[in-house]
């Protein structure tokens, strides 16, 4: 059977033919592109949304953070977030080369009221494609900043200046530079404006997060100077009726006036100490010009001279701390031998503060012979126990607290005294 060649198409098919794949081909090349960009728009969602929730989380005011988060998803050579202060515009952190890093920035003096409102632009994002132009954005930002940080500038070319409001009133500025024109695009500033917003809202919570802190600490501190001041009018009260019944006590038992007697210089002492611990909740610098050590042998004679209960200070070598951490010492003893004295009923008290060299810790032990607790079971209403471990985690130190009914109580405060970086098991 011989086989027949087979006609070739006419032309015009022959054209179509080419056509429709070339069609195909197309189509297929703009289906890959689409699902490029959809995996690019999500994968950008998705750092955005994690970036969102960064900034939402942090409770203090991290200026680098929000830097450094914003960095995550608008590409950037150099940057700097700058708080509004009256007429000042004050750099809060500063994003840059590391030769630039040891500089200082000065700060910005926003000389007129039509310089505010040029800079704020109605709360919308300004894009400057080159600093070097003679666009009026450009030569306003030469006024501004530049001439007076000629330094940062001289590597960069694109900026652009992030409004960071809060119901349409701007509380700060960030600033972006790039070191090639014309970069920074109008899907930039939406998602650096996007980021912005949620930093304005960062900034006002961690506001009125310090806020309820320092509203805390002075609820706090009028607490145990009302206490303490309870303390010493009983103390004092107490004395008043020992000398008046001191005289005739003495003539019918000397032996009776001499125990007498020796409450009388106990409720005294411990008056005393209750005094100067009233003088420092009233003089909270007090706290960090003593040394610890003193501190604790105050609360101690407090604790002796109102209840009545011995307390054995041990102090093992200087224990050099950071004022913030003494503080902490200091308030959580307080704490502890306040709740001895209301709830223990202890007859002794035994305090020893050491610096362990071995683990690079410092460590206050609190122990007492008293009736104890069960601290899986604390009444409504006692918040002495979460305070104290809000305390200690204030400043990345360990508390323990271990008691069990009719066996004493014993508190473990461990920090560790080191500036390394990695964390420290006590």
Not at 97 to 118: A, D, E, G
Not at 140 to 151: A, G, P
Not at 297 to 321: E, F, Q, S, W
Not at 350 to 361: E, G, S, V, W
Request: aromatic content about 6%; overall charge negative.
């Amino acid at each position: 059977m011989t086989l027949q060649p087979t006609a070739p198409l006419p032309l015009d098919d022959q054209d179509n033919l080419i056509s429709d794949q070339d069609d195909l081909v197309y189509q297929s090349q703009l289906e890959r592109q689409l699902y490029q960009e959809l995996k690019t728009k999500e994968r950008e969602q998705l750092i955005l949304l994690k970036v969102l929730q960064t900034l939402a989380s942090a409770l203090e005011l991290q200026p680098s953070l929000i830097l450094d988060q914003l960095r995550l998803i608008v590409d950037y050579d150099q940057a700097g977030l700058f708080i509004l202060d009256d007429s000042l515009l004050v750099p809060l952190a500063l994003r840059s080369s590391k030769r630039l890093q040891q500089t200082s920035y000065t700060n910005i003096h926003l000389n007129s009221p039509s310089t505010i409102i040029k800079l704020f632009n109605e709360n919308k994002v300004i894009r400057i494609a080159n600093i070097n132009s003679t666009a009026p954005a450009a030569q306003f930002l030469h006024t501004l900043l530049i001439k007076h940080n000629i330094l940062f500038f001289e590597e960069i070319q694109s900026w652009m200046w992030i409004p960071v409001a809060v119901k349409g009133q701007v509380i700060s500025m960030i600033g972006l530079a790039h070191q090639l024109p014309n970069y920074f695009t109008a899907h930039h500033a939406d998602l650096a404006l996007t980021v912005a917003n949620q930093a304005a809202i960062t900034m006002v919570n961690a506001k009125l997060y310090e806020n309820a802190q320092a509203l805390a600490i002075q609820h706090e501190r009028q607490r145990l100077a009302q206490e303490l001041h309870d303390a010493v009018n009983q103390s004092l009260f107490s004395a008043g009726l020992i000398a008046e019944v001191l005289p005739r006590l003495w003539e019918r038992d000397i032996n009776s006036g001499k125990r007498s007697l020796e409450d009388l210089r106990r409720l005294i002492r411990g008056a005393l100490a209750e005094m100067r611990m009233l003088l420092v909740e009233l003089r909270p610098s007090a706290l960090t010009n003593n040394d610890l050590s003193e501190l604790l042998h105050l609360l101690g004679k407090a604790l002796t001279g109102r209840n009545n209960v011995p307390v054995n200070i041990m102090v093992d070598g200087p224990i050099d701390l950071p004022d913030e951490v003494k503080i902490i010492f200091y308030r959580l003893c307080q704490e502890a031998l306040n709740n001895i004295s209301k709830h223990a009923a202890a007859t002794q008290v035994d305090i020893h503060l050491r610096y362990d060299a071995k683990n690079k810790t410092v460590e206050m032990h609190i122990r007492d012979n008293g009736r104890g607790f069960d601290p899986s079971h604390i009444p409504s209403g006692h918040y002495g126990l979460s305070m104290m471990h809000e305390r200690a985690t204030a400043v990345k130190a360990l508390l323990t607290i271990t008691s069990q009914p009719g066996q004493g109580s014993s508190i473990i405060l461990c920090w560790p005294n080191t500036t390394r970086e990695e964390e420290m098991k006590c």
